[in-house]
């Protein structure tokens, strides 16, 4: 279901905004880690670890080969919380939309927008070339490249989002924590595989994103909402459960 759609939610969703207006974060930037304080600058042209990258980025572009990853990283160019959350579904085990799982919803989007503040201090900051163009070299996406030109490159935002999201919904249901993750790691090397990131880019934004996740905890609101979430999740399965039982008898 989900692979017929892919290229369709991409690009009817990637040029919206990420989050809507009035969307507040749980805890404030200046609350959360500060990214600059604990994690490394992006890897030195000249170093070991920028050769990791280029060879990276020369797997990227043989991925785009295989036709059916390709359309995945294609797909993983969403940005809104609603879009992510269609291709989370299927790994999460339930469909997660607004109008089906109100609780989840206000809970992703206000987490996501919360894990997402810290990633801006670096990229500003740093303001790291995409590979795209500094090689000039197209990607998978043409109708992105222009606007995120001049976009800094580490950490990755879409990385950085996916990651908040799976974490946020491997709290909800545990159970779905292997295939959710796994989710969220094929979302960031299809940054890499799509030509818009280095993978330093990708894994600099798992921590960033894993070191801010403990402040949600600090936060009455954000705990309040969690049990929300669990307890829709929980009553939706059970429904979910008695109605095929249902059908077999």
Excluded at 99 to 116: D, F, H, S, Y
Excluded at 202 to 224: C, Q, R
Aim: positive net charge.
């Amino acid at each position: 279901m989900i692979k017929k759609s892919l290229i369709a939610i991409a690009l009817c969703g990637a040029a919206l905004c990420s989050f809507a207006a009035d969307v507040k974060p749980y805890v404030e930037a200046d609350a959360l880690p500060n990214a600059l304080n604990f994690y490394p600058a992006p890897p030195d042209t000249m170093s070991p670890q920028f050769m990791y990258d280029m060879s990276q980025y020369i797997w990227g572009k043989k991925m785009r080969q295989d036709s059916a990853r390709a359309a995945l990283a294609v797909a993983q160019t969403v940005e809104t919380v609603a879009e992510m959350a269609k291709l989370f579904s299927e790994p999460f085990g339930m469909e997660i939309s607004a109008q089906k799982t109100p609780a989840i919803m206000n809970l992703l989007e206000r987490g996501v927008r919360t894990l997402k503040q810290p990633g801006s201090y670096p990229k500003r900051f740093y303001n790291r070339r995409r590979p795209y163009d500094r090689f000039n070299e197209p990607t998978l996406m043409p109708s992105d490249e222009e606007r995120l030109r001049t976009n800094g490159s580490y950490p990755s935002g879409h990385t950085i989002r996916a990651w908040a999201m799976a974490l946020l919904l491997c709290e909800v249901n545990p159970s779905a924590q292997d295939a959710l993750l796994k989710y969220a790691y094929e979302w960031g090397q299809s940054r890499v595989i799509a030509g818009f990131h280095w993978q330093s880019d990708v894994d600099a934004s798992k921590v960033i994103v894993s070191g801010a996740y403990p402040s949600l905890h600090t936060n009455e609101a954000f705990m309040a909402d969690m049990r929300k979430a669990q307890a829709e999740f929980k009553k939706l399965k059970t429904a979910g459960k008695k109605k095929t039982e249902g059908t077999k008898k």
